[in-house]
Nanobody, 118 residues
Framework: QVQFVESGGGLVQPGGSLRLSCVVS????????MNWYRQAPGKERELVAT????????YFADSVKGRFTISRDNPRNTVYLQMNSLKPEDTAVYYC???????????WGKGTLVTVSS
């Protein structure tokens, strides 16, 4: 059974930073592409950032380029999303996603809420 433990969300002022963590168990973490998605109220879920395996290539949505970074620690089965210079429009539930690199089967965490507000 695949399980996700997401943490690091919360309330932050505009311009602040947060680091999200996602620990995954029940699969061979190093074989999976890891993604962070987000869904704001009334909007569709969108891809925020990706880190591939094994070459650790990264992808970022245009809206977060230069502000967010994604990294992974395979021995710890963990993926991180470092979010800097946060804006109110970054407010959303952030979801950790694991996607198999051979048949693109998706597994999802339950999400962690990030609220950017003064």
């Amino acid at each position: 059974q695949v399980q996700f433990v997401e943490s690091g969300g919360g309330l932050v002022q505009p311009g602040g930073s947060l680091r999200l963590s996602c620990v995954v168990s029940g699969l061979t973490f190093s074989r999976y592409i890891m993604n962070w998605y987000r869904q704001a109220p009334g909007k569709e879920r969108e891809l925020v950032a990706t880190v591939t395996t094994p070459f650790l290539s990264t992808y970022f949505a245009d809206s977060v380029k230069g502000r967010f970074t994604i990294s992974r620690d395979n021995p710890r089965n963990t993926v991180y999303l470092q979010m800097n210079s946060l804006k109110p429009e970054d407010t959303a539930v952030y979801y950790c996603n694991a996607r198999s690199s051979w048949d693109y089967v998706d597994y999802w965490g339950k999400g962690t809420l990030v609220t950017v507000s003064s």
